[in-house]
């Protein structure tokens, strides 16, 4: 009669033995490459005239452990460089040395344990600094849940800033974006604090780096306005053109609190003198005037009947 083996055994020998493994692994050197973003603080009234590299790669040889930590648990893992306190020439060109770069990274490093550095030295060509404003534009998405649209237009606060940099690129910049950002399903009034982007950061810089976007989203809803006078716009106060009706009826549609505060007086019915004019047909269509966040739908009648009054010769 053959025995079962005990399996706690075996499960705990299978332990021990990846504990070992995993012990041995991490405490034993390894060689990998790692990416420091790069900043630089540039002085006062200076600006970068070409573009730097964005990180620079650092290979180091070095434990399992303290790799694991620089990876995946280093806060603001980072090459910073403050440019005031390097030399600048007179053409304004900085020389940025491989001493330079390392003595920047966060969290520091062991020299030792740099094997390579990728660039080893950068060249920066500076210049003088310019300052233009610009407007904010939006470059979120806003969805409102089925049955709820937007209400009037979205605010920008601020809406405009000031960016600072390279003198050939700020002219060209006609505004800054916020980054590309979609906000879904919204049922009420809504603010949004946005970052902006974050492209030309090293050329092109603000001191403010987000903005408040915010709107009102309403339930949607329809009514009809009827009786709404017809008026003829650009024309001689005496026309010999006669329309009819001259009354019509539409039908409307936006948010219910701004349909529940709508008057039949924000709703214009206009035709225009030189539509009369041009006309040849003995028909027009009017065009609606309403305010921000309302749509019009549809009207009752469409069309208009168009004829010229013609006076008898005394």
């Given at each position: 009669?053959?025995?079962?083996?005990?399996?706690?055994?075996?499960?705990?020998?299978?332990?021990?033995?990846?504990?070992?493994?995993?012990?041995?692994?991490?405490?034993?050197?390894?060689?990998?490459?790692?990416?420091?973003?790069?900043?630089?603080?540039?002085?006062?009234?200076?600006?970068?005239?070409?573009?730097?590299?964005?990180?620079?790669?650092?290979?180091?040889?070095?434990?399992?452990?303290?790799?694991?930590?620089?990876?995946?648990?280093?806060?603001?893992?980072?090459?910073?460089?403050?440019?005031?306190?390097?030399?600048?020439?007179?053409?304004?060109?900085?020389?940025?040395?491989k001493t330079d770069l390392l003595q920047g990274i966060n969290p520091t490093?062991?020299?030792?344990?740099?094997?390579?550095?990728?660039?080893?030295?950068?060249t920066l060509k500076t210049?003088?600094?310019?300052?233009?404003?610009?407007?904010?534009q939006s470059r979120i998405s806003i969805n409102p849940s089925k049955g709820y649209m937007l209400v009037g237009k979205i605010n920008i606060e601020p809406d405009s800033i000031v960016i600072r940099g390279n003198g050939s690129i700020i002219p060209t910049l006609r505004s800054w974006a916020t980054k590309k950002l979609v906000f879904a399903d919204l049922t009420g009034p809504f603010s949004f604090t946005v970052p902006l982007q974050d492209t030309l950061q090293n050329l092109v810089t603000s001191a403010i780096r987000e903005v408040k976007i915010s709107g009102?989203?309403?339930?949607?809803?329809?009514?009809?306005?009827?009786?709404?006078?017809?008026?003829?716009?650009?024309?001689?106060?005496?026309?010999?053109?006669?329309?009819?009706?001259?009354?019509?009826?539409?039908?409307?549609?936006?948010?219910?609190?701004?349909?529940?505060?709508?008057?039949?007086d924000e709703i214009k019915a206009i035709v225009y003198y030189p539509q009369l004019i041009q006309d040849s047909t003995g028909f027009v269509t009017p065009t609606f005037v309403v305010p921000a966040g309302i749509t019009v739908l549809g009207t009752n009648p469409t069309i208009l009947k168009h004829r010229l009054i013609i006076y008898p010769n005394n």
């Open positions: 009669m053959s025995s079962k083996k005990p399996i706690m055994p075996i499960l705990l020998s299978i332990v021990l033995a990846l504990g070992l493994w995993g012990y041995v692994s991490m405490t034993s050197l390894t060689t990998v490459y790692v990416t420091y973003p790069l900043v630089l603080d540039l002085p006062e009234e200076r600006s970068l005239e070409m573009e730097p590299p964005s990180s620079i790669s650092v290979k180091l040889r070095t434990s399992g452990w303290q790799l694991l930590y620089l990876q995946y648990f280093s806060s603001g893992k980072e090459c910073r460089i403050d440019l005031a306190k390097t030399k600048i020439s007179s053409d304004g060109l900085v020389e940025l040395t490093v062991s020299l030792e344990k740099v094997v390579e550095l990728l660039p080893e030295a950068i210049g003088m600094l310019f300052r233009q404003t610009v407007p904010v009102d989203i309403q339930q949607i809803t329809e009514v009809t306005f009827r009786d709404i006078p017809i008026t003829i716009v650009g024309g001689p106060d005496q026309s010999e053109h006669s329309i009819e009706p001259t009354l019509v009826s539409a039908i409307v549609r936006g948010g219910v609190k701004r349909i529940a505060s709508l008057s039949a």
